[in-house]
């Protein structure tokens, strides 16, 4: 008799070699079987890890022996190859905007059941896809495991980072600003954090702090932007903030001409450095403008007199003052 069989089909490919069981009387003859399955011939041995994984037909055949005839037995016999789960996200880094990342598999690995730890990563157990704009910035040890089944459990581990979309924003609070004030910095908002700022020629600005130099700035109103780089798997971004520099006021001022006769023509007051009207003001006895600081003469009392021009505080720069003084002398 030549029956057989292979227990414990179907096989691993990294099992221990299996050789046939015999069943009937059964014995060994000549052991064959198609390309591809590596058995012994006399024992019917099979060598599993030289064998290419699928099914085959292995033949028992026992040769015609004096009153008998040859006889030969068919038994099947399985291998399976190993599972594979080598995976990785080889986009890694990721932004938290950057979507929904699939596992790479190499070297034949396949999906089994995916696990991440620690908690906060949004994981498909099933395919491995990360939901990035529901996950925790940080990063993440990520498991697959292939069950066990003809053969044993294997699982392979990657890591993922996954970054938090940077944020830019800010603004100058206290805008607008004198120039001869406290120097500015951005007052950022929303998550925002410090890049690189920039503006237009007249700002006097830290490229890394954003702080502004209000005194070797010239005046006017600019756009300062602050630009985080891409990185970390981030594309760059950008936020922009107005600013307005304002000069400092100056009140300098004199009556050209001083002193006067009652009779001379009414003075206006001669401005200096940049000075400007503001409110003017005297004694009593002096007729002047409040506006425009336009004396009259021929009504005021004769005496000498302190002229003051006083510029309100605004646009950040605080009031400015300045006083002159002006002399009346009669006609005789």
């Known amino acids: 008799m030549a029956t057989f069989n292979y227990a414990g089909n179907p096989f691993c490919q990294t099992a221990a070699n299996p050789s046939p069981t015999f069943t009937g009387g059964g014995v060994a003859g000549t052991f064959t079987s198609t390309a591809g399955l590596s058995i012994n011939s006399s024992t019917g041995q099979v060598n599993l890890a030289a064998s290419t994984p699928g099914t085959y037909t292995v033949t028992n055949s026992i040769a015609a022996s004096g009153p008998f005839s040859s006889v030969t037995a068919t038994a099947t016999i399985t291998i399976v190859a190993p599972s594979v789960a080598t995976f990785s996200y080889t986009g890694t880094p990721y932004c938290q905007t950057g979507g929904f990342p699939l596992p790479t598999f190499s070297g034949g690995g396949i999906p089994g059941s995916f696990s991440a730890s620690p908690i906060g990563i949004i994981i498909n157990s099933s395919t491995g896809v990360v939901d990035l704009s529901l996950s925790t ?36 609070t206290g805008t607008p600003y004198c120039t001869g004030g406290t120097n500015p910095s951005p007052t950022f908002s929303g998550g925002g954090v410090a890049g690189i700022f920039s503006s237009t020629a007249g700002l006097v600005i830290d490229s890394t702090s954003g702080l502004i130099d209000l005194t070797s700035s010239a005046a006017g109103t600019y756009t300062v932007t602050n630009t985080i780089p891409a990185a970390g798997g981030c594309s760059a971004v950008s936020s922009s903030s107005v600013v307005t520099i304002n000069a400092m006021p100056v009140a300098t001022f004199s009556y050209v001409g001083n002193p006067f006769c009652q009779s ?54 605080p009031a400015a003052v300045a006083f002159s003084t002006i002399t009346i002398n009669s006609a005789n």
């Open 264 to 317: 001379s023509t009414n003075p206006l007051p001669t401005f200096s450095g940049g000075g400007v009207a503001g409110v003017f003001s005297s004694t009593a006895g002096l007729i002047l403008n409040s506006t425009t600081g336009l004396v009259n003469l021929s009504g005021s009392s004769l005496g000498t007199y302190t002229v003051n021009n006083v510029i309100a505080a605004s646009g950040g720069c």
């Open 137 to 172: 910035p940080g990063s993440y040890t990520v498991t697959n495991t292939i069950p066990a089944g003809t053969c044993p459990s294997v699982f392979d581990t990657t890591t993922i980072v996954i970054n938090p979309t940077p944020v830019a924003t800010f603004s100058y």
